[in-house]
C-alpha cells in the first residue's frame, strides 16, 4: 500500500516529495553534523523519518533506504531494476574504467562470469600462502619489539593486504611496477573522493586534477607494463591477470583496456578493503585483552608448524568470529548506492525512475532492536553460526546482497583470518595510555582517521 500521510507537502524545485525526511533549512542546520560524523547522522535520519528518508534534492530524487524488507528488494529480488549508474560508482570508476565493481546489465553479466573462476577454491589455496608469506614479512620488517613499540597498524594492513592481493591475483611479488600501480591507485582515489564531497567542479587546472591527471598517468604506465610482461610470458600462472590476458587473446578478443580496467577496479575493491577488517580488529582487540589471549591461543595451537593451510582456517571459529564482529561494528563498504530504472515502490514509499538510493551496513548491523547491546564488541555472537555468508540475510551485509555480493568474499575471509591468526601468535597489541579514540571516517572504505597507532609487543 502506497502511503502518503507523514510525507510533507513539498516539492524540492521538480522533485516530488514521495517520503518522509528532513527540510532543507533543517538539512542546512544539519552540515555540521554531517560532516563530524556522517554515518551518526544516518542513523539519526533512520530514527527520525523510518525506513525510507528522502532527501531535499532537486535532482535525481534521493533516498536513504534502510527498512530490511527494502534493501532486500533493491539489492536481492529486483536487483535488476536497479543499477550502479550513480554519483558514487561514476566517481569510482573515473579511476577504475569499466571494470566488475562499476558496471551493469549484460557488460557486468559477461565480466562476472569471465573473472569467476579466479575465486575458486583452487586460488584460495594459493591466498592461504600468499596472506601468511605477507605476514611473516611484516612481522620481520617490525623486527624486534620485545618491549613494545609504537606502530601505526593501519598502514601495516595496507601494506600486507596490497601483498597479498598482488600476489595472488596478478602473480607479482610485488615489483616495482605492482608497487607504482598500488600508490598511484590510492593517489587517484583520494583526489576522486575529495572531488566528490566538494559542491563544486573543479578547472581542470587545479592542483588536484593535476594530481589526478599525474596518478592516471603512472597507473596506466604500470598496468601496461605488467600486461605486457604477461603477454610475453611463455608459462604464465593461472591468476586474474592470467585469464584477463587469455581472454584479450581469445577468439572473441577483449580490448587491452579492459584488461587494465579490471585490474584496476580488482585493486581497488581487494585491498583496502580488507586492510580496513584488519585494522579495525586489531584495534577492538587492544583494548578487550581476553577475546585477545584466546585468539592467540586458538592460532597457536592450530599453527604447529610449517606455512598455514586452508584446513587450519575451520579450526579457527573464534578469529572468524573476530573477523565477523569486527565488519559489524567497522562495515569496510559502508556505502552502497544505485540508481532506479524504473518507478517503483519501497516500503509503500513511491520511487520515481532515476531516483538515488543511499543504503549502508552500518545502520542494519548496529540495529539494537536486533541486535543486543549493539555498539559493543562481543565475537561470540558469531561463534557457531557464521551470519556473513547468507546473501539475503538483510541485518548483517557487510559484503553486500544479492547477485552483486563481493566476488571476494572467500578471498578476504581467508586473508584476514590468516593474517589476524598468524599476528597474534606473535604479538599483543594494545590501546596507547591516554591515546584517544580513533574516528571512523567514511572514505570509499570506514578508516580511522589519520591513521591507527598501538602498542605492539613480542609474546615471549
Ligand atoms: C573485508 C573485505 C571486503 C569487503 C567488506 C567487501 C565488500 C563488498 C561489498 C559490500 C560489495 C558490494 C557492493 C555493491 O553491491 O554495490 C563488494 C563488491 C565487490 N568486491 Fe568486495 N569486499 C571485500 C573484499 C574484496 C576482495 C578481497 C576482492 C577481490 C580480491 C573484492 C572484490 C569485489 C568486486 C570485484 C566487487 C564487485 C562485484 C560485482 O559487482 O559483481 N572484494 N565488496
Known sequence: MISREDVPDRTYLRTRATAPGPSGPQMLLSLREIRRDPLGFLQRMTRDYGGVVQFPMPSPATYLVSDPAAVRHVLVDHSRAYDKATVQYRSLSLVTGEGLLTTSGDMWRRQRRMVQPAFHQASLDAVVGHADRATAALLCRWGDVSRGGIIDVDEAMMRVALETVGASLFGTDLSADADRLARSTIEALDVVVSSAQMPLRLPTWAPSQRRLRRAMHELDV??????????????????????????ARGDDPIPLREVRDELVSFLVAGHETTASALTWALWLLAGDPEAQERAAAESRSVFVGGTATMADLDRMPWI?????????????????TRRAVADDVLAGREIPAE??????????QRDSDVWADATAFQPERF????????DDDAAYWPFGLGPRMCIGRDFAYVEAMVVLARLLQHVRVARIPAGSDPRAVPLVTLRPEGGLELLVSRRG
Not at 355 to 364: D, E
Not at 384 to 390: D, Y
Open 383 to 390: 561463534v557457531g553460526q557464521c551470519r556473513g555468508g547468507r
Open 222 to 247: 604500470s598496468v601496461d607494463a605488467m600486461v605486457s610482461m604477461r603477454l610475453h610470458d611463455p608459462r604464465p600462472p593461472i591468476d586474474l591477470l592470467g585469464m584477463l590476458v587469455a581472454a
Open 320 to 336: 572468524r568470529a573476530i573477523l565477523d564482529e569486527t565488519m559489524r561494528l567497522f562495515p569496510p563498504v559502508w556505502l552502497v
Open 355 to 364: 531516483s538515488l538510493l543511499i543504503m549502508t551496513p552500518y545502520i542494519a
